[in-house]
Structures are given as C-alpha cells and as structure tokens.
C-alpha cells in the first residue's frame, strides 16, 4: 500500500483576529516543546492541582507509560473545587432539553450535587476506589454529575453510549464487572421516550450479576437518585489519587466481535484535556462552548466535560438532535446561547449542507468565532460550506484528528497559527510527535502510509481493561512506536491528511463499529449460516453498512427476513449499526484459504473495478453476487 499522491489543496490564511495575539504564544509552545519534550510536559501538568507534586515526569516501559507517576491530584477537584473561591458563581453547565427547557448550573451548584452523588456512592453503595460504576444516561447535566462523582471517590466510569441495546449494555456491565449502574427511567429521542431502565434490567438478566444495584433518576422507590443524593451532605472528601490512577475506561470497537475498553489515566489525561481543550479551541473565560458529541464517546468525555471543566468554562450540553423538531434547531441553540466555539461531526455538516441553505440564515450567528470538526475526515465541500454558511468566513475550523485511545486532540492546524488546508487535519499540537510510516516504519512524505504516534504522550491509553495481549497486539506490534489503525500522508509542509481506517472497522456517522461485531450480531439470527459486512461510500454518513449474508437452508429470502435481520441487529448492538442494506447470496467470496474477501464486495456495491480475483475459490460466484447487489 504506498502509492504516489499528488498534493493539491488551497490554503486559507486564519482570520485575522485570531492571527496576532496567538501566534507568538504558539510559536514559544513549540520551541519549548522542541527543546526539551519532558519539561514541556511537567509544565502543562503544572496547571492543574495536585496534592503532592511529581518528581518522576516519564517512565517508559514500552508499550507501558507512566506520567508523573508519584503525584496525586484529583479529577472532580480539578473541575469543581479549584474554581471555587474565585468563579463559585459561574455557569458551568448550560443545559437544553429536547423539548426546551433550559437549566443552568453554576460551578457552586455542579460541585455540591457531584459530592453529594459522591457520598452517596460511598455510603449508600458501599463503592471504593477502583470500583467500576457503569453510567447508561442520556445527554443531561446528571451524566456529568455521574462521571464527577465517580472521579471524586475514585472509581472508575464506563459510560455507555444510551443509544446501544441490552445486549451491547450487558457485555460492557460484565466485562468491566461493574458494581453499581446508573442510569434514567428513559431519555427523550425525537419526541419519544425511550425506556431506559428496562434495558437496563433486561441487560442485567444477561449478566452473571443480575442484582447489581441501580441508581436511577426519575425511577422512583428506593433507589431513585434524586431522593438519594438529597440526602447527602454537600461536602465530600475527595479521593486522594496517584497519577497512574484508572480515572476511566470506554468502550469502543475494535476489529473482533469484543469491544475494547480503553482506559485511561488520571494525571496525564487530564494534563492533555485542559491543555489541548485550551490550545485548539482558545477557550477563554466569556466563550460559550458547545461540543455537539454526546457523553457516552470520548469527544463528550474530554470535551463535554473534562477538558472545558477544568479550564473554568462554559459548556452548552443539548439534549436533542440537530433536526428535530426543526431544521434549524442547531443554529437556533447557537443564537439562543450565544455559543461562540461550536464543535461538531462533518456527517451533521453534510446533513445541513443538503437542507434547505436559507435555514441557517434565518439565525443570527454573529456569537460565533471558532468552529470545529471530529470524527473523521472532512471533506473540502463541507469544510467550504461549513466556513462560509456557519462562519462567515472570520471563524477559523479546526479538523482535529484523534482516537478514544489517544485521550484528546493530537493533529489540527492552530487558530492563529497555521494556515487551514480544507480536509488535512494538520500538524500535531505542541509537545507530540506524529508521523507517517511505510510498512518498514520508514517516515514517508507525499506517499500514502500509517499513521503512528512516534513518542509516548500523557494522555496516551494505559491499555485495555483485563487484555493487556490485546493491547500490545493491536497499538504495538505492528511498529515500535504506537500504531493508529488509520492511513495517511504528509504533504511538503509536513501537515497531515487522515484517509481513513486501514482496518475492518467502520466510520458510521462518526461511530465507530466493528464489522465483526455486526456480523456476530447476523449469525445470531436462526435465519442466518453465514455474514460478512462492509462500509460503503455514503454521502452524508460518510459509510453505511451493507450486509451480506448466507441464509440457512430451511430459511427462504422475504422482504419481512431481511427486515428482521435489520432489527436483529439494532437490538443486539444499537440502532446506529443498523444495516442500509442486507443481501442475501448463495456464496461469499473466498480465497483458496478461506478468508472472505470483503474488499471485493465492497467495490461491487460501489460499484467500483475489482481489480484482481485471482485468488479467489470460486470466481463465478462474482457475477451472482453483482447481479443480487443491482436488484437489491
Ligand atoms: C477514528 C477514531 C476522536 C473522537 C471521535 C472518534 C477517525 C477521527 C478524524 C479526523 C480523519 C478522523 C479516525 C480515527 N477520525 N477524527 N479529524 N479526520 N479521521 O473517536 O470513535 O475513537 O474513532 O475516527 O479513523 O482512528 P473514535
């Protein structure tokens, strides 16, 4: 895989009120990083709080980091109490529900309902430091109550995601064998209610611990969590944690049917979270950030609620979805809030982009001043529109590549400082190496190759919960230095344009989701012998899904089957792994050894040439399988 690629993107200058006050700051980050990588480090942990500073900054035991490993701090302290004495009346949280209402809570009023949730935990669930809590809720200010709470005693959050099903829920309570679940009688989705405590108890029945305790807000009866917390008291001991401290684990997919859960440290994470939240996005005292990404993904983790938190800011937390009940709902939250960092997913931008373009002109963004992007690559025509129609062409976009298991943001170019090139992310912030290998690990520029993160980084994943093999096959062995999953290349000016995943994992809608996991799902169903599933080119989502699959023999192909392989899928992982399409076929395409080869079927529902089949079994199953993909 190393073909010649020829570089042709515009540059966009930043605008120009970014451009003076930042640069000489960014200029100095870089030099300082540059001189001596370590002291740069120590000082971005110097800005948060610790209870006992750290003498030892790196110890590296490949694929083992340990940062500032004999300091103690406290994640809930650093994004509560620190800003107590001098900000105890300031908006932490503006939230706004789906249908409205909006609720603002102060930093005061945040860090009393995070002890009190914290002392609960304690008293009433008997959880130690180090215990997992499972959070299941939907986007409201208590998901951020939740994972504070746990971060002040020091137990470790798995949030999941509220849009997956009980299965998916069930295999997360159990890997992480979570000992308390907190969750919602239901979230609010597009006007209908959604009844989260019953996945949870189904979830439940499917673990070997069905009575786990679960505090549920608005559940009511004994364990309702707003009954409980009142009443505790709204002082709490924080939980004095090393560095090296699990501050969280989250779940994400990987390339076998087994989600991962990515864990990740107290001390480095969070010295990564306030440092880069502060760098790309500027975010200064009077700015409203709104990060559109919902809690249960790491973007809402680091920048929903750590990386704004602890930089004493303002964040808009919403409820709803971009379209509903209108089209304009986003832009009105803009206008409403006075939001003036937006950050979103291109698949929403491509989504706007095909609406109606006199919407988002019927709202005043003049609040506006920075935007940016996440999830995976933005293409040049969404990035021109994004700029123009939402920016008005003074607001500079970040593209910000990263991974749930990088912990936050590691390239962009830097308001202020580097030119944009719509669709390259960019150069790495400050104090990380990034680079693009050939498969000798060799530095490749203007060729397509590997991304991999060449110097260990604080807020770099510790590793995958109870799988440390998995760990070091995955990131590690593949080159000596941290190995991305994804492919890239870097330009003359070394800035770096992310292509996508060179694994079988999918880009859904900025979701990530293993093809294996979807595939499980299939042959689960009694209909099913046999599935293979592919991403394929679409326009707003970036991929869609698209199902193959070999029926059993007493089964016959119906319209009414394939929609309940759709719906067994949605049940078993989550409506966002729903397949656009399934088609059923009598054989999938094999080589000699047996390994489906899914980039054939991929090329044959896009259409695209097939290039070689000659390692195909069985060639003619190619023209059977074309002619089922253009009936379907
Ligand atoms: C994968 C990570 C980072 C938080 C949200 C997703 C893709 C992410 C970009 C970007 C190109 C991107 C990569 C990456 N990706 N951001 N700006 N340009 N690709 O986190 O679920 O861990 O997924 O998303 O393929 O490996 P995630």
């Not at 807020?459 to 919960?465: F, K």
């Not at 799988?467 to 800035?495: H, L, P």
């Not at 979701?511 to 599935?531: P, Q, Y």
């Amino acid at each position: 895989m190393s073909n010649q690629l020829t570089f042709d993107v515009s540059t966009i200058d930043q605008p120009s009120s970014f451009k003076d006050e930042r640069f000489d700051m960014i200029h100095q980050l870089y030099t300082e990083a540059k001189q001596d990588r370590l002291a740069f480090w120590n000082n971005q942990a110097n800005q948060l709080v610790w209870q006992k500073k750290w003498t030892n900054t790196l110890m590296w035991d490949r694929p083992h980091a340990r940062w500032f490993s004999d300091g103690i701090l406290n994640a809930a302290d650093n994004c509560l109490d620190a800003h107590l004495t001098t900000n105890a009346k300031k908006t932490a949280i503006i939230w706004e529900s789906e249908t409205g209402d909006v609720v603002h809570i102060t930093y005061e009023e945040l860090s009393k309902l995070v002890n009190q949730l914290a002392n609960c935990l304690r008293a009433d669930f008997n959880i130690q430091k180090g215990d997992r809590v499972t959070i299941y809720l939907p986007q409201t200010p208590e998901a951020a109550v939740a994972m504070l709470a746990c971060a002040k005693i020091g137990a470790i959050h798995s949030v999941v995601f509220a849009g997956f099903s009980a299965p998916s829920l069930a295999e997360r309570i159990k890997d992480s064998s979570s000992s308390l679940i907190i969750t919602a009688l239901d979230a609010n989705r597009r006007g209908k209610r959604i009844p989260l405590l019953n996945m949870v108890h189904d979830a439940l029945k499917q673990t070997p611990t069905p009575h786990v305790p679960v505090l549920t807000v608005n559940g009511g009866g004994e364990n309702d969590f707003y009954s409980r917390i009142n009443a505790q008291p709204t002082q709490c001991q924080s939980e004095p944690m090393a560095s090296e401290d699990p501050l969280f684990m989250l779940y994400t997919s990987g390339t076998t049917g087994q989600p991962k859960g990515i864990l990740h440290s107290t001390g480095g994470y969070l010295t990564h979270a306030k440092y880069s939240t502060k760098l790309v996005f500027d975010l200064t005292p009077s700015d409203i950030f709104w990060c559109t990404a919902d809690v249960g993904w790491i973007t809402g983790h680091t920048y929903v609620v750590y990386g704004p938190l602890l930089n004493g800011g303002t964040i808009l937390m919403f409820e709803g979805t971009p379209d509903y009940p209108n089209k304009g709902r986003f832009w009105e939250c803009i206008e409403k809030h006075r939001v003036s960092i937006f950050y979103t997913a291109p698949t929403a931008i491509r989504a706007f982009m095909k609406d109606d373009p006199s919407i988002p002109q019927q709202f005043d963004l003049s609040s506006l001043r920075l935007l940016g992007s996440v999830g995976e690559p933005i293409n040049p025509e969404a990035w021109h529109w994004y700029y123009r129609t939402i920016g008005k062409s003074r607001c500079p976009i970040v593209d910000t590549w990263w991974q749930t298991e990088t912990g936050g943001i590691m390239l962009t170019s830097l308001p202020g400082y580097h030119p944009m090139k719509p669709g390259v992310a960019g150069a790495p912030l400050p104090g990380l190496s990034i680079d693009v290998l050939s498969q000798d690990a060799l530095s490749l520029q203007n060729t397509r190759g590997f991304l991999s993160v060449t110097e260990p980084w604080p807020s770099m994943t510790r590793g995958i919960w109870n799988n440390t093999e998995r760990f070091k096959d995955i990131y590690w062995s593949t080159f000596d230095t941290y190995f991305a999953g994804d492919s890239a290349y870097k330009d003359d000016d070394n800035d770096i344009c992310v292509i996508g995943r060179v694994d079988d994992v999918l880009n859904v809608a900025g979701h990530r989701i293993g093809t294996m996991e979807i595939e499980s799902a299939l042959v689960a169903h009694d209909a099913v012998a046999e599935a293979a599933v592919v991403g394929v080119h679409d326009d707003i989502k970036g991929q869609s899904i698209a199902a193959f699959v070999i029926l059993n023999c007493n089964h016959q192909e119906s319209p009414a089957l394939l929609e309940s392989l759709k719906a067994q899928v949605v049940t078993s992982i989550s409506p966002i792994a729903k397949p656009k399409m399934v088609i059923v076929t009598p054989e999938l395409p094999k080589t000699r050894s047996g390994k489906i080869m899914r980039r054939l079927l991929k090329q044959l529902v896009e259409k695209t040439p097939l290039g070689d089949i000659t390692t195909l079994a069985q060639p003619d199953i190619i023209p059977i399988i074309q002619k089922k993909v253009e009936l379907s």
